[in-house]
């Protein structure tokens, strides 16, 4: 078992920037990869970023140039850097452990809300 624990959603105006940081404990050491999922009001999960062990990194097309997904190793946390927030960034986003950069979620944090207002 593993437990993603998020931080750090909020309200921020368009343009703005937020930082979510995700800790994961349990048996840490079946984890490959890590990553972000989002979830707008009546729409599909989706995969944000992911970011493996090895150091790869994947993006939805969506936030390529203004989304950062980095991790610590030694903290076993992935952290979300989003700068140029858009309202239509505004969803649920949650952190969770990945089969591959790609997605495959094995493990869900709880959720954090981002609100974006225009």
């Known amino acids: 078992q593993v437990q993603p624990v998020e931080s750090g959603g909020g309200l921020v105006q368009a343009g703005g920037s937020l930082r979510l940081s995700c800790a994961a404990s349990?048996?840490?050491?079946?984890?490959?990869?890590m990553g972000w999922y989002r979830q707008a009001p009546g729409k599909q999960r989706e995969l944000v970023a992911g970011?493996?062990?090895?150091?790869?990194?994947n993006y939805a097309e969506s936030v390529k140039g203004r989304f950062t997904i980095s991790r610590d190793a030694a903290k076993n946390a992935v952290y979300l850097q989003m700068n140029s927030l858009k309202p239509e960034d505004t969803a649920v986003y949650y952190c969770a452990t990945l089969r591959s950069v790609w997605g495959g979620p094995n493990y869900w944090g709880q959720g954090t809300q981002v609100t974006v207002s225009s």
């Open positions: 970011i493996d062990n090895g150091g790869a990194i």
């Open positions: 349990g048996s840490i050491f079946s984890i490959n990869a």
